[in-house]
């Protein structure tokens, strides 16, 4: 098992997807806090909770999202490009492809959800600061955020391994992905908030310490998105093990 990990960390670094998921995460971090830490007028990223919700927020979105897309892109990559045949002739359980992939992209994923906080808090900082808005975030929001956007990037990660392995095909994952997280849970969240704060976007946003509305507590959304990363990694580990290669 540790020679495949080492093979699938080698693949991650070998091949430019995992560096442009990297530059297009950091850019649009960049854009979204810039956007509103420069706009929003004063009154309204005045405070705590209006900051993290509407300034800070970005880094931890934006890391779960891409860190998800590079969870998929590990294994629907594989099917696009027909290189998962050698690969389980290699190793014909594909329980033990399928934990690889997800560990190899566990680890790469933690780089990116602390990278992804680090960069959001610096541009939400200088952002605020620049207008002479007091930053109201104590230092235990400033490790909550770094610490918990990297837990909650190496879980989606996880999550996006299986949803590659079970949907297989590579744009429908993605797009799914991205979907889900940028769309269909900001309207649960706003329309229907009992049900909304559950969803998995909700529970990654509660464990980097988005302190906003109806979200979770972070040990409570970390163990809500450690469940349903451990469910998609299950649900698509059998789905692989059942279906041909085609």
Excluded at 103 to 122: D, E, P, T, Y
Excluded at 205 to 225: F, H, I, K, T, Y
Aim: net charge positive.
């Amino acid at each position: 098992m540790t020679a495949l990990i080492r093979a699938e960390l080698l693949k991650q670094r070998s091949i430019p997807t995992g560096r442009g998921l990297l530059a297009g995460m950091l850019g649009l971090i960049v854009f979204a806090v810039l956007l509103h830490g420069l706009s929003l007028p004063p009154e309204r990223a005045d405070g705590r909770e209006a900051q993290l919700d509407l300034v800070f927020r970005w880094g931890a979105l934006f890391g779960a999202l891409f860190a998800a897309m590079l969870g998929a892109l590990s294994i629907t990559g594989e099917f696009r490009h027909g290189t998962i045949r050698p690969t389980l002739l290699l190793t014909p359980r594909r329980s033990r492809v399928v934990g690889a992939k997800v560990a190899a992209a566990v680890v790469w994923a933690s780089g990116f959800g602390l990278l992804a906080a680090a960069v959001a808090v610096a541009a939400a900082v200088v952002s605020l600061e620049a207008r002479s808005i007091d930053v109201a975030l104590s230092r235990g929001d400033y490790a909550l955020l770094l610490a918990g956007g990297m837990a909650t990037a190496s879980l989606w990660a996880a999550f996006g391994v299986g949803i590659g392995a079970l949907v297989r095909q590579q744009v429908a994952a993605v797009a799914g992905l991205a979907i889900w997280l940028l769309f269909m849970e900001s309207l649960l969240v706003s329309f229907v908030p009992d049900v909304g704060r559950l969803a998995p976007g909700a529970a990654g946003m509660a464990l980097a310490g988005v302190d906003a509305g109806p979200l979770l507590s972070p040990v409570v959304g970390g163990a809500l998105l450690a469940a349903y990363s451990t469910v998609a990694v299950l649900v698509g580990t059998i789905a692989c093990a059942r279906r041909d290669v085609a």
